[in-house]
Each structure stands twice: as structure tokens, then as C-alpha cells.
């Protein structure tokens, strides 16, 4: 095969071209911190590279939801701890009523007391978190009670909730109640309780004994029964807030290894790249000098 001139200086601009294109992606490398700047220099990296941060955007998205979901379930216990406070003291004034003969101030003392229970706790069930009424179900933007004066007797208290509790999507796939509806938690009891005033004036200790306390105790119990689901749920999304985080972590540094650059090996490659440049301008500079005397 004969080679000619042309041939040589061809061959010799495309291996000049070759190290300076070589030379520009270490130095892109260098200056962007990134093995894959196009999808060219790593077409399977890229793709990888990809679904890791899709993992990592969804699994920070899942954390952000399962922290606003305990956080909700949380203020519901407070708010459910204070019930468990007050349905103790109307049991205890039940209790007392239904004992025995009471004097009219005393049977007063003890109806004015559990009205303004009664109207406690229809603060406790129209709690806000954060502009959202949490025992209102899927409503959350308007109170889950409503309440209409009824003089002499007591105010009426009417449930406008919704009966779906609020969901959060907390995992890939996983979907959680994170409210729990006042229509669970109250029920009828606003109606019990106006029977229990009416029927305190008259110290009816057989009605109150038989119908009161137990609809108090029945009460007391549904809310400890709720308050223990609220607590499994709140571990639950502790334990699933970790695994998000730690996959996260796992995610970041499989990333890291796939685009992140590694200074020192590009740095060492630029360099064998720059003496490859340098010798092969060298040897241009020695065949270009080469005229048609050279050959006579």
C-alpha cells in the first residue's frame, strides 16, 4: 500500500483532533463535577442515572407525606389525650349523680359542669392543625361540628364532616388513613349528653346509672381504641420515614459513583492526554517541515 503526503497529513489531523476531543470531555468533567454530561459518554449510566433521582424526588416526596401524616395523626392523640381527660371527669360526675340523693345546688352545680363539658368538647371536636380540621374526615377545610343555639335546653351540635378519613400516600404502592373522623370518635354522644343534663335537674339515679354511665364508659373506651390505632400507625410511619431516608442515602451514593466525577483518575487521564496532544503536535511539526528540497 503506498502512502502519500496526503495520507500522513490526514491521519495526523485526525489523531491531533481525536486528543483535543478527548482532552475537552476530561476537561468538561473536571469543570462539572459529572462522568455523564451527554447522554453519549455513558448511554447506560445515563439511563441508571436517572431512575436514581427519580427514586430519590419519589422517596422524598413519600417522606414529606408520612411527616405531614404523623404529624396529623400526632395532633389527633392530643387532641384524643384531652377527651380521655374529660370523659374520666364526667364519669367520675355520673358517678356521683347517680349515687344516692344529691340537693337541688348540687345536682345544679353538677348539670352546669357537664354543659360546659359538653361544650369542651365540642372545641376538642373542631381542632385545627395547620387550617385542616382534623376529625372532619375528608372535609378538612370546614369544621367538622356545627353548633345552633336551642335555649333553655342545650345548644344543638349537628356532624357535617365527611364519614372518609383524609389519605396519604406514604410508599410505593402504600396508602394511609391519617385522620380519624369525629363521626367515629363522638358518634351520638352530644345527644347522650343532652339527656344527661335534662336528666340531672330531676335526680333520676336509676336512668343515669343504667343509660349515662355506660354510654360514658362506651365512649371512653371507643377513644382508647382509637387512640391505640393511632399509635400503631404513627410507628408505622416512624419506621417507613427511616427506610425512605436510608434509601435515599443509598440511592445518592449509588449516583454519586455512577455520574460524579472522580477528580483524581480524570486528572491522571488529562495528563496522559496532554502528553499524547503534545507529542502528537510535535510529530505534525517535524512531517510539516518537510518540502519538495527534502525529496531531491
Request: hydrophobic share 35%; proline share 3%; net charge negative.
Amino acid at each position: 500500500m503506498r502512502v502519500t503526503e496526503n495520507m500522513i497529513h490526514m491521519g495526523l489531523t485526525g489523531n491531533i483532533q481525536s486528543a483535543l476531543e478527548r482532552m475537552n470531555k476530561n476537561y468538561t468533567r473536571l469543570s462539572t463535577g459529572k462522568m455523564i454530561n451527554r447522554p453519549s459518554d455513558d448511554p447506560v449510566g445515563m439511563i441508571i442515572g436517572m431512575r436514581l433521582k427519580k427514586g430519590i424526588v419519589e422517596g422524598e416526596q413519600y417522606k414529606e407525606n408520612a411527616e405531614a401524616a404523623k404529624a396529623l395523626l400526632n395532633g389527633s392523640d392530643y387532641a384524643l389525650d384531652e377527651m380521655t381527660k374529660v370523659l374520666h371527669r364526667l364519669n367520675d360526675l355520673a358517678i356521683k349523680a347517680a349515687n344516692g340523693p344529691l340537693a337541688e345546688t348540687d345536682l345544679d352545680a353538677i348539670c352546669s359542669e357537664v354543659d360546659e363539658i359538653r361544650n369542651h368538647l365540642y372545641q376538642i371536636a373542631n381542632t385545627q392543625q395547620e387550617n385542616t380540621y382534623i376529625f372532619a374526615g375528608q372535609r378538612t377545610n370546614q369544621p367538622a361540628y356545627s353548633i345552633t343555639p336551642n335555649p333553655p335546653n342545650p345548644d344543638t351540635i349537628t356532624w357535617q364532616g365527611s364519614s372518609a378519613s383524609l389519605k396519604a400516600e406514604v410508599g410505593t404502592g402504600i396508602t394511609m388513613d391519617v385522620t380519624v373522623t369525629g363521626e367515629r370518635v363522638f358518634g351520638d354522644f352530644f345527644d347522650k349528653l343532652s339527656e344527661f343534663i335534662d336528666r340531672l335537674p330531676t335526680g333520676d339515679h336509676q336512668a343515669i346509672s343504667n343509660t349515662d354511665l355506660p354510654a360514658i364508659q362506651n365512649r371512653l373506651d371507643e377513644v382508647l381504641k382509637v387512640r391505640g390505632e393511632i399509635g400503631a400507625k404513627v410507628n408505622r410511619l416512624e419506621k417507613n420515614i427511616e427506610r425512605m431516608e436510608l434509601m435515599n442515602i443509598n440511592f445518592t451514593e449509588l449516583l454519586s459513583k455512577t455520574e460524579d466525577t472522580d477528580y483524581a483518575e480524570v486528572t491522571m487521564n488529562l495528563k496522559m492526554q496532554e502528553s499524547v496532544y503534545q507529542a502528537a503536535l510535535a510529530t505534525g511539526a517535524r512531517i510539516i517541515q518537510n518540502t519538495l528540497v527534502n525529496y531531491i
